[in-house]
């Protein structure tokens, strides 16, 4: 379903040429529950900026969903982010004047949907994730953990393709980053599928599949 | 953790129409800018400030300017351009040279003996004298000796008394008509009629008080006096030829370029002009000080609005220099937007309709401002004519904020729009 072949990306740091990514090639099935993990500096990050069409490789081939996305400029990029990636960060990036269901709505925005069914999908996603009573809430009157699932309503919302989470628990504590894994074991569960980028070990183990980058290059992928 | 299924059912509801999408998203946009501007109240005020004094004063001077053209437009009512004035006309050349034409007393007859098609043929000749004495009070003011006709040709007429009648004319009556300001200076009662004013050595018996006019621009329209136009020649007889003017109307109006013309050939033979000689006279038509005015008027409203418009784009660049740091403070919602999938064209309509919204805040708030400036200013002069403020100026102010606010805001909503989702999730 996700298909990259031999992606390259390269970045000039004063005037030296230095690869963040060597000719990776990766594949990702779907209801894949995948681990991205590697050291800071490693590439995960323009790994998964990459993978998220959020940055183009410098050169290679990425398939998602049948589509080709290398090389497609940024308005096709935003489409297809649009449609087929849903993104969960590490700190919410949620919109801080907006209420939980209008945060859930924003991505429906972009694909035209009428405000009456903006706010239904939103308010069903929400209660999905169990914040049917945190509706009307802004990111500021909730709790951390409250804020993650509201960020995990966002990005299913669409009916993404991929659910890709960067370090989804990094800012919470460990009782409310177990409940946010469940979260994501509970999608797997049900045919989603879920690519976690983290450093965090035990958080890598919950995945079924762990796919380890080092110095630009895959260095490990096993199932867990 | 609830047990029902945590994926949406599939699939979603289907992608509106372009039109739809387009309404869609200007909601959405105008949603977003409305709450951005309500979040910095006092910063928003501030920007709009300078579109709010801008309109302000657009619309104060277009309805004062407005208001007092259509009072001056009022004083002219009824003077049609089929009413025509002929006066001396002296080349500034000559007028160095200390060389005044004058017309001649006999212009009157020629016109009224040999030009077809004219009506209300009226001499207006001024009459040099100092005062106007009653009893111990004194009063100055322009004083003419014309006929009755004036009564028709400048829609003047008596408030109290009668007016010049062609038998006072025969007879050279020694008899006046009083402006009111003058009856006032000289502090006569209200129905005057019988009693005598004094002018130089000469008495004359007043006969009626014309309808008050009231003021424009500070000069009162009431300090004249009239008296019969033979009177006024036999009173002035001794001096110089008068300086005086024939006011006549033309009977059909389509004929009006024609008689013109015919009165401009018979003054030249009746003045002994040759074939290259200039023309010492001129022929008016007595709608013309009106249209002059309203030319003025135009003219006004034309360099006001130039002014103005500067402090409009002063303005403009306000809103500019806002939407920069409002564009660099909210960089990562522009980066989750971006990472969402908000395209380029949204985040940029997005910033401008924030730009546009304030500023046509800013101008409705400058015409509500100018509106009551205008009534405020007015309202403190005693005998201003109350403002108008015609549509054009509403709506040109309304869509020229509206310009104002795209313009400016296109540098900063392209900003926005242009930035790359990563830079802009990571900018801190």
């Known amino acids: ?224 | 953790m609830s047990e029902a299924a945590l994926l949406p059912e599939r699939p979603l509801a289907d992608d509106a129409g372009a039109s739809r999408r387009l309404i869609y998203a200007l909601q959405e946009c105008l949603r977003s800018a409305l709450s951005a501007i309500l979040q910095h109240r006092l910063r928003s005020f501030l920007t709009m400030l300078g579109i709010i004094i801008g309109v302000a004063s657009v619309i104060c001077v277009i309805a004062m300017v407005q208001g007092m053209s259509s009072r001056i437009s009022q004083l002219f009512e009824g003077l049609g351009s089929s009413t025509l004035t002929l006066q001396a006309d002296t080349p500034l050349e000559d007028r160095l040279r200390g060389q005044i034409n004058r017309l001649r007393v006999t212009d009157v007859d020629e016109l009224r003996y040999r030009v077809e098609g004219i009506s209300h043929i009226t001499p207006i000749v001024p009459v040099q004298a100092g005062a106007v004495n009653w009893g111990a009070q004194t009063a100055t003011g322009q004083f003419f000796g014309t006929s009755e006709s004036l009564q028709d040709v400048q829609h003047l007429f008596p408030r109290t008394g009668r007016f010049i009648t062609r038998s006072d004319d025969d007879s050279r009556r020694r008899v006046v008509v009083l402006g009111d300001k003058v009856r006032k200076d000289l502090k006569m009662p209200e129905r005057p009629e019988g009693e005598f004013v004094q002018l130089g050595r000469e008495w004359f018996k007043v006969i009626g008080v014309m309808e008050p006019r009231g003021e424009v621009f500070g000069q009162n329209l009431d300090m004249f006096m009239l008296m019969p136009y033979q009177t006024a020649l036999a009173f002035s007889g001794t001096q110089v030829r008068p300086d005086f003017q024939i006011t006549f109307v033309v009977n059909d109006p389509d004929n009006v370029d024609n008689v013109k013309q015919q009165v401009i050939s018979l003054i030249r033979r009746a003045h002994g002009l040759k074939k290259d000689d200039p023309n010492d006279f001129q022929v008016q038509a007595s709608d013309s000080i009106a249209k002059t005015f309203s030319q003025v008027t135009s003219m006004i409203t034309l360099v006001v609005g130039g002014i103005v418009g500067i402090s409009l784009l002063v303005g403009g660049i306000g809103i500019m220099n806002i939407m920069l740091v409002s564009v660099t403070e909210r960089t990562r919602e522009i980066g989750i937007a971006k990472a969402l999938g908000a395209p380029r064209r949204f985040i940029l309509l997005q910033f401008l309709i924030e730009a546009m919204v304030l500023a046509v805040i800013g101008g409705l708030i400058g015409m509500v401002l100018g509106f009551a400036l205008a009534y405020g200013v007015a309202g403190l002069i005693p005998n201003f004519p109350s403002p108008s403020v015609p549509w054009w100026a509403v709506v040109g102010s309304a869509m020229f904020s509206m310009l104002i606010g795209m313009i400016f805001g296109i540098l900063p909503a392209s900003k926005a729009a242009n930035l790359a989702p990563i830079d802009a999730l990571r900018y801190e």
């Open chain 1, 1 to 224: 379903m996700i298909e990259l072949t031999d992606i390259s990306k390269r970045y000039l740091l004063g005037g030296v040429e230095y690869p963040a990514l060597d000719n990776v090639s990766l594949s990702i099935r779907r209801n894949d529950f995948m681990a991205l993990t590697g050291a800071s500096g490693s590439g995960k990050s323009t790994m998964m900026n990459i993978i998220g069409c959020l940055d183009t490789p410098t050169s290679g081939s990425y398939s998602l969903d049948g589509e080709q996305v290398a090389g497609l400029d940024e308005e096709a990029l935003a489409s297809v982010r649009n449609r087929k990636i849903g993104f969960v960060f590490q700190n919410f990036y949620l919109m801080p004047r907006m209420t939980a269901v209008d945060n859930v709505a924003q991505p429906l925005i972009y694909r035209g949907i009428s405000p009456a069914q903006r706010r239904a999908h939103a308010e069903r996603a929400l209660q999905r994730v169990g914040l049917g009573d945190r509706m009307r809430h802004r990111p500021n009157e909730m709790s951390g953990g409250q804020r993650q699932r509201v960020a995990v309503a966002r990005a299913l919302v669409g009916h993404p393709e991929l659910l890709l989470a960067d370090e989804p628990t990094g800012n919470l504590d460990s009782r409310t980053a177990r409940e946010i894994m469940d979260l994501f074991t509970q999608l797997h569960a049900e045919g989603q599928t879920v690519v976690i980028v983290t450093h965090d070990p035990g958080i890598a183990a919950c995945c079924k599949r762990l796919v380890r980058l080092h110095d630009g290059k895959i260095a490990e992928d096993r199932d867990v």
